[in-house]
């Protein structure tokens, strides 16, 4: 029998992936974001919880538009999965 010839090198430009195949790829990077971004939370936390210097050092950073920006795409990207579930549940419950 004669071996598959496989690639050696994958150019992940050149590949055309489809639709579900990014999402996979981007839905991994999200999670190891979020992952890395768990510390950065517990310090924010604990230096707010400190005393009120640390809150208000704290919510002066968290007041910078860069900041900012980040807490409203999060924030924009649950509500989006929250409608989404709420719709595939009210297809459920109705049988539709």
Known sequence: ????????????????????GWVSI????????LFLAV???????????????????????????PVNCCCCLRYGHSRIICVRVCDIWRSISTGA
Do not use: N, Q
Request: hydrophobic fraction near 50%; glycine fraction near 6%.
């Open 1 to 20: 029998m004669k071996p598959i010839a496989r690639p050696v090198y994958l150019d992940l430009l050149r590949i055309h992936l489809p639709l579900p």
């Open 39 to 65: 510390p950065l939370g517990v310090w924010v936390l604990s230096r707010s919880l400190s005393d009120e210097a640390g809150f208000l050092r704290m919510l002066d950073w968290a007041t910078r538009p």
């Open 26 to 33: 981007l839905h991994r990077v999200s999670g190891v974001l």
